[in-house]
Every structure is written in C-alpha cells, then in structure tokens.
C-alpha cells in the first residue's frame, strides 16, 4: 500500500525568501512521486515528477524536489518566493507496477507575505 | 498545451436524481482517471479506465457510479441516485501510455446535492 504524509498544513513565508515544503512516503514498490500546485478555484497542475532517473528533480516556476530513498522523503523547495505561488500544494505517489492510481497528501497551503 | 476539460464546472442537483459529469481528455492519451475532493479533506481516487473497460476501482466507487467512453473524445461519470455525501469536486484526469507518465488535470466540476 502506498501512501504520503505532508508534515505541513499551513506554511508562510516572506517573498524572496526560500520554500520547504516537507514530504514522507511510503510505498511497497519502486515509487513514482509528483508534487501538484493547485491555485484558488482551478485544476491541478503538475509541478515536477521523479520516476526513478536523478534524484533532484527540477519543476516549472523554479521549484525542485529531491528523492532520498533513505528518509523516504521528497520535499519541495524553492529558493525565492513569489507572490504568485501562493497556492495549496500536493504530494503524491503512485507505485510502478502497482497501477497508474495517485494517493494524495492532505496538502499544504502556502501562503507569502510581502 | 493541450488540456483535460470539463463541463460544466459547477453543477447542483437534488438528491436522488442522476447526474453526468463530462470530461474530454487530452486527444492523444490512453488511461483515463475520475478523482473527488470533499471540501476540506484530500484527493481520493475513484476509478482509472484503459481500453474502454475500468482498470482499477476504489471502494468509494460502488454500484452508484458508473464511467463510459461514449465517443472517441469523451469520458463520463455518472451518479445514478446522488446522495448528500456526493457533494464535492469531481476531477477528471488523463495520461499517455506508460504508467510512469503524469496525469493531467482539468479544473473540475463542483457538484452540490441539496
């Protein structure tokens, strides 16, 4: 069974400031992870993926995530926040071999303050 | 960018009744997902479809739901008799062949039960 735990509901930062937004997984197979951006009434986007190729995984928008197999872990960081990426945030996974079904994290409301 | 559309985006229905939700995905994948998002709880899987038959379903979706592939272009969930608990957003999804590659999202379709 796979699931994902974000460790974080609710995140604030100052713009220009740097953004950790914290990730756990846990997965019976070789997982594949992806974190999604959701703005205020509109889909899922999807932010950046890892599928078993480099561990640091570089997104749109300047955001990048790094797989660590031994913390099973896969947070997400930005180096410089924008207002623009006030948004809730998803971790999610999904197992190789197991079906292409995703599991959700509760998400994480990140909020950037001027 | 081609996207996943959905229609209508906002849809409000008595319980009891029946209701279709549209969703067209990308022109050129193959598997095809159904998600829900209560207000103020996480993503859930509902059902993935591939070569016009449901791959994989979750225990939220039993006998009252149901998913067709009526044309070439579109991809249905319906809600036979909806309940009060149906209310929430109902996202579609898409992805091209191989279990590795992401889902795409539209921006959903918010249904209420009165």
């Known amino acids: 069974a796979q699931s994902v735990t974000q460790l974080d509901s609710h995140v604030s930062v100052s713009e220009g400031t740097p953004v950790l937004l914290r990730c756990n997984y846990s997965?019976?197979?070789?997982?594949?992870l992806f974190w999604y951006v959701q703005h205020p009434n509109k889909g899922l986007q999807l932010l950046l993926k890892?599928?078993?190729?480099?561990?640091l995984v570089k997104g749109i928008n300047g955001f990048e995530a790094e797989f660590k197999k031994s913390e099973t872990s896969f947070h997400l960081t930005k180096p410089s926040a924008h207002m623009s990426d006030a948004a809730e945030y998803f971790c999610v996974v999904s197992e190789t071999g197991g079906g292409n079904k995703l599991t959700f994290g509760t998400g994480t409301q990140l909020k950037v303050e001027l | 960018e081609p996207e996943v559309t959905q229609t209508p985006s906002h849809q409000v229905t008595q319980m009891g009744q029946e209701v279709i939700l549209r969703c067209v995905p990308i022109?050129?994948?193959?598997?095809f997902y159904w998600y829900r998002q209560i207000l103020g709880q996480k993503v859930e899987f509902l059902v993935s479809?591939?070569?016009?038959?449901?791959?994989?379903k979750s225990e939220i979706f039993d006998d009252q739901f149901s998913v067709e592939r009526p044309d070439g272009s579109n991809f249905t969930l319906k809600i036979r008799s909806t309940k009060l608990e149906d209310s929430a957003m109902y996202f579609c999804?898409?992805?091209?062949?191989?279990?590795?590659?992401?889902?795409?999202f539209g921006d959903g379709t918010r249904l209420s039960i009165l």
């Open positions: 890892y599928t078993s190729a480099a561990t």
């Open positions: 997965s019976s197979y070789s997982p594949s």
């Open positions: 479809f591939y070569n016009n038959e449901i791959s994989e």
């Open positions: 022109s050129n994948h193959l598997y």
């Open positions: 999804a898409s992805s091209a062949e191989t279990s590795n590659q992401p889902q795409h």
